[in-house]
């Protein structure tokens, strides 16, 4: 199952982020570059740096100059991963290309790639509440409500993988069609954001 792929690809970069857990640490993909494997991986990296990006971010005594660069990496990290979800996409489009689509076939509220993003975000706070549930410094009433949340976030993966499996079911009995729309990000743009060409 896709899902299950997707599994074992995210815990692997999740912990081999945190064998340095070290925002500034370089990428090392370990699957072949072009793969779907290698757009997984590079993904959830991209998401794991940012998980600890915005956690570095909200120390309240952080210097402002400091707060503003990674604002402003944080931003730049948003961009790369709206653009691993375009490549995700695009494996998908030439994987179903050639399926007869059915007459009545529907469209999908999202597209596979951006389930898998929210897939890859789960595996985040799954490794994280994780770790809360087992800290030593802290109250059983802290350790009990993390696990409580631990056995809601692992249903929803349950939930989130099955969901996803049907939709590509869905795409390849040609029940369901793809449609990828290319993320218009506004703020990013220099001829977009008012504040930007208004300095011009």
Request: proline residues 4%; negative net charge; charged residues 35%.
């Amino acid at each position: 199952m896709f899902t299950e792929i997707c599994d074992e690809i995210f815990r692997r970069s999740i912990l081999d982020y945190h064998k340095y857990d070290n925002v500034d640490h370089p990428i090392e993909n370990p699957y072949e570059q072009g793969s779907l494997e290698h757009l997984l991986y590079t993904k959830n990296w991209i998401d794991t740096v940012q998980w600890h990006l915005e956690d570095i971010i909200r120390d309240p005594q952080i210097d402002p100059v400091e707060a503003l660069k990674i604002k402003r990496r944080i931003d730049a990290s948003n961009q790369e991963r709206t653009d691993m979800v375009e490549y995700i996409d695009s494996y998908f489009l030439d994987k179903y290309k050639d399926v007869a689509v059915k007459e009545d076939a529907k469209i999908n509220t999202e597209s596979p790639a951006w389930a898998v993003d929210r897939y890859s975000i789960l595996a985040l706070k799954i490794f994280h509440m994780a770790q809360e549930v087992e800290r030593t410094d802290v109250s059983e009433a802290h350790i009990e409500g993390c696990r409580k949340k631990l056995e809601v976030l692992k249903t929803q993966r349950v939930d989130l993988s099955t969901a996803i499996a049907e939709l590509l079911e869905d795409f390849a009995a040609g029940n369901k069609y793809m449609k990828v729309y290319k993320q218009m990000k506004m703020y990013n743009d220099p001829e977009l954001n008012p504040v930007l060409y208004a300095k011009k």
